[in-house]
């Protein structure tokens, strides 16, 4: 039996993933090279336009032995560079910024 290469990055690091819909193809984990899974990276190609429509964001690192939905936080980060850089929130990023923000928006 064939093993398949190991996608875990060998080192102790956070990796960010994007989970994307497209619709009534479904969704999925988008693809992304090791070493631009960092959190900067990520909001960077998120407010860039690299995803279509993103549904959610997961980080997880392998040496410490943990996973987490970081939707809430990105979204909070992306309205937050918007307001800063003085720009509106694209309109590709709207809903997951309103289906995620929201929550610290009341609290």
């Known amino acids: 039996?064939?093993?398949?290469?190991?996608?875990?990055?060998g080192i102790?690091?956070?990796?960010?993933?994007v989970v994307d819909d497209f619709g009534h193809h479904g969704q999925s984990w988008r693809e992304s090279n090791v070493g631009d899974t960092d959190r900067e990276t990520v909001v960077c190609d998120l407010l860039e336009g690299q995803y279509i429509?993103?549904?959610?964001?997961?980080c997880f690192n392998v040496a410490e032995s943990w996973c987490r939905d970081v939707s809430e936080e990105i979204?909070?980060?992306?309205?937050?560079?918007c307001l800063d850089q003085k720009r509106d929130?694209?309109?590709?990023?709207?809903?997951f910024i309103f289906r995620h923000g929201r929550k610290s928006l009341t609290g």
Do not use: G
């Open 89 to 95: 929130v694209p309109t590709f990023l709207e809903e």
């Open 53 to 58: 429509n993103p549904a959610l964001v997961v």
């Open 1 to 9: 039996m064939h093993s398949s290469p190991s996608i875990v990055p």
């Open 12 to 17: 102790d690091q956070d990796v960010y993933l």
């Open 75 to 81: 979204a909070l980060e992306l309205r937050k560079r």
